[in-house]
T-cell receptor
Framework: GAVVSQHPSWVICKSGTSVKIECRSLDFQATTMFWYRQFPKQSLMLMATSNEGSKATYEQGVEKDKFLINHASLTLSTLTVTSAHPEDSSFYIC?????????????FGQGTRLTVV | KNEVEQSPQNLTAQEGEFITINCSYSVGISALHWLQQHPGGGIVSLFMLSSGKKKHGRLIATINIQEKHSSLHITASHPRDSAVYICAVASMEYGNKLVFGAGTILRVKS
């Protein structure tokens, strides 16, 4: 099946620093990728929809300036957590769907466990 | 009420048992996904269904569009099947976003 690679798989950073997470579709192109956050024992929560070549669409309550998303190519979207705080510690995961618009079968990255100390 | 309801929330089975996880939804859908999340966190897409039934190895997924219900079956369960199984629906009502169930935590004991 299609592969989505997410990097890093885990990261520990100090409060106030920024962390960049990459999501790559390895064997297909995707105009749309999705970024999720997952708290312990909870399901996935959509943070934003990443659109290639245009601005991301953020869900209500998600700070655009805090979680910067860049989708510069058809195979790469990045999520940057800026000025990280301990409450940003969480599991972040991306998904991508081959083709245009984000419809169809979703393929997920391995996830990134962020710990802010 | 959540748009996507899964049952049971937790399930413990003995190795070899036949397992069923249920998913009910309240909106019109274009597709339903079954996902598997292992303790490390990574998510694997098991099935995408819009009608009927699909089978892959020991896994079977069925969907009844009229009843707005889907089931995931695992035959001859094995401890390596232990994971969280998540139902997610794609609906025109939500654009291209998936709406997720809360997940079913499955533990298969040897």
């Amino acid at each position: 099946g299609a592969v989505v690679s997410q990097h890093p798989s885990w990261v520990i950073c100090k409060s106030g620093t920024s962390v960049k997470i990459e999501c790559r579709s390895l064997d297909f192109q995707a105009t749309t990728m999705f970024w999720y956050r997952q708290f312990p024992k909870q399901s996935l929560m959509l943070m934003a929809t990443s659109n290639e070549g245009s601005k991301a669409t953020y869900e209500q309550g998600v700070e655009k300036d805090k979680f910067l998303i860049n989708h510069a190519s058809l195979t790469l979207s990045t999520l940057t957590v800026t000025s990280a705080h301990p409450e940003d510690s969480s599991f972040y995961i991306c998904s991508a769907t081959p083709g245009t618009g984000g419809w169809g079968e979703a393929f997920f990255g391995q996830g990134t466990r962020l710990t802010v100390v | 009420k959540n748009e996507v309801e899964q049952s049971p929330q937790n399930l413990t089975a003995q190795e070899g048992e036949f397992i069923t996880i249920n998913c009910s939804y309240s909106v019109g859908i274009s597709a339903l996904h079954w996902l598997q999340q292992h303790p490390g966190g990574g998510i694997v897409s098991l099935f995408m269904l819009s009608s009927g039934k699909k089978k892959h190895g020991r896994l079977i997924a069925t969907i009844n569009i009229q009843e707005k219900h889907s089931s995931l079956h695992i035959t001859a369960s094995h401890p390596r099947d232990s994971a969280v199984y998540i139902c997610a629906v794609a609906s025109m009502e939500y654009g291209n976003k998936l709406v997720f169930g809360a997940g079913t935590i499955l533990r298969v004991k040897s």
